[in-house]
């Protein structure tokens, strides 16, 4: 678990696909390199789409579960 | 991460189809894609200022199930499909043309169109800002 301070959270539960995505990409544009992005979404695609939204544009995803439902990732942002 | 853009013809101008379009655009966009949208007759239609938010219908095949299920998850607060691309194109590099021979066929004035259009072109145009990138046709 990690203790370093999250920046932003993004609170995109009840959100389809892919605007949990999309407004991760909004918000991450918004912190200094190093910061971390919280998102909570519910949509079941999200896992893999975060996974791969990661790998893909090279912000780390450094946490992710889930619990009662609600997915909970963190990023930092590259 | 692919260079090239992602580029969509749309065609169609019902609601799903326009729907699933603009998640593949806003999909693109997030992953820092550039987007190419060319717009073709119906789906060209439905990016008239008057047209833009009226209820478009869906695709033959929704039937009345697809109907019914589509109005619920509307309700349930899926946004319509102009707004996921109007977020898309906030997000990203999204360029949206309509297709200048159907503006000559619908008799549509570049004033008539939403401002989420971005200008005319022609066939040619699209291919050449397309690249290598793939093209969907919607």
């Not at chain 1, 990409?25 to 896992?47: F, H, N, R």
């Not at chain 2, 898309?88 to 169109?113: F, N, P, R």
């Amino acid at each position: 678990m990690s203790t370093e301070q999250i920046a932003q959270v993004v609170d995109a539960k009840g959100l389809s696909c892919p605007m949990p995505i999309v407004k991760t990409a909004q918000a991450i544009k918004g912190l200094a390199s190093g910061q971390l992005l919280e998102v909570l979404a519910t949509d079941p695609g999200s896992v893999k789409d975060f996974t791969a939204w990661a790998n893909a544009t090279g912000n780390p995803l450094v946490e992710h579960g889930e619990e009662g439902g609600v997915f909970r990732f963190v990023l930092r942002k590259k | 991460m692919d260079d090239e853009p992602l580029n969509l013809v749309l065609f169609s101008g019902t609601e799903d189809r326009l729907q699933a379009a603009a998640v593949m655009a806003s999909g693109a966009a997030a992953l820092g894609r550039r987007v190419n949208i060319f717009l073709q007759y119906w789906a060209l239609d439905a990016f008239r200022k008057e047209r833009i938010s009226a209820s478009l219908g869906l695709a033959p095949e929704a039937g009345e199930r697809g109907a019914t299920l589509i109005a619920e998850a509307a309700k349930a607060g899926q946004q319509p499909w102009h707004a996921t691309l109007r977020v898309a194109k906030e997000l990203g590099e999204m360029d949206i043309q309509a297709c200048s021979l159907s503006m000559d066929v619908l008799k549509i004035e570049e004033e008539d169109l939403d401002p989420l259009v971005d200008g005319v072109e022609g066939v040619t145009a699209f291919f050449l800002n397309a690249g290598d990138g793939h093209i969907l046709f919607i």
